[in-house]
T-cell receptor
Framework: NAGVTQTPKFQVLKTGQSMTLQCAQDMNHEYMSWYRQDPGMGLRLIHY???????DQGEVPNGYNVSRSTTEDFPLRLLSAAPSQTSVYFC??????????????FGPGTRLTVT | AQKITQTQPGMFVQEKEAVTLDCTYDTSDPSYGLFWYKQPSSGEMIFLIY??????QNATEGRYSLNFQKARKSANLVISASQLGDSAMYFC???????????????FGKGTLLTVNP
């Protein structure tokens, strides 16, 4: 299994440009999510999906769109990049573990800089 | 109010000694899970240990143990016999399991940077 993969690893955008961060998992996990990590802020949830065709907003959804057409893929779209979106983006997927937990597997991250 | 609080921005420990990283949480949900993740300088997020709110015993995974004090709402990570490779950022996170459709998401603390000295 490749686990959770993300592309690209690094990206530089100009203000106003749009792009899509790709995320894929091959573990047949029903749940996938996107987080951003900023210095001193920990990880914050952007959007998540509990299955194909179902998405919902997290803590910081503004400026981002998602869709989930398949179980495997969960792309994150930046509609019009802003310098405030400079961050490291992590995709994660989850399965059901034991009675109560949902261990999340994280991708390697995408470091995005918006100039 | 913050749901997860990690009060130690940075910690230092000598190699082979034990270290405790603090985590307190805030929830009114009786059913929740607590996680610890390690993030080395390479950037990946590595799952370390999990504690469920109804678990009777403290979780252990190798050199990692979770000191779970439910009444105090604390879930401290204990690393025994520290190694140089333990130098990393450590994040505490919580999942509230009765929050309906959002019960998959994790809320993270701001992290503690651990440095292990030789």
């Amino acid at each position: 299994n490749a686990g959770v993969t993300q592309t690209p690893k690094f990206q530089v955008l100009k203000t106003g440009q749009s792009m899509t961060l790709q995320c894929a998992q091959d573990m047949n996990h029903e749940y996938m999510s996107w987080y951003r990590q900023d210095p001193g802020m920990g990880l914050r949830l952007i959007h998540y999906s509990v299955g194909a065709g179902i998405t919902d907003q997290g803590e910081v959804p503004n400026g981002y769109n998602v869709s989930r057409s398949t179980t495997e893929d969960f792309p994150l779209r930046l509609l019009s990049a802003a310098p405030s979106q400079t961050s490291v983006y992590f995709c994660a997927s989850s399965y059901y573990l034991r009675g109560h937990s949902y261990e999340q597997y994280f991708g390697p991250g995408t470091r995005l800089t918006v100039t | 109010a913050q749901k997860i609080t990690q009060t130690q921005p940075g910690m230092f420990v000598q190699e082979k000694e034990a270290v405790t990283l603090d985590c307190t949480y805030d929830t009114s949900d009786p059913s929740y899970g607590l996680f610890w993740y390690k993030q080395p300088s390479s950037g990946e997020m590595i799952f370390l240990i999990y504690q469920g709110s109804y678990d009777q015993q403290n979780a252990t995974e190798g050199r990692y143990s979770l000191n779970f004090q439910k009444a105090r709402k604390s879930a401290n990570l204990v690393i025994s016999a520290s190694q140089l490779g333990d130098s990393a950022m450590y994040f505490c996170a919580m999942r509230e399991l009765n929050s309906g459709g959002s019960n998959y998401k994790l809320t993270f603390g701001k992290g503690t940077l651990l440095t292990v000295n030789p």
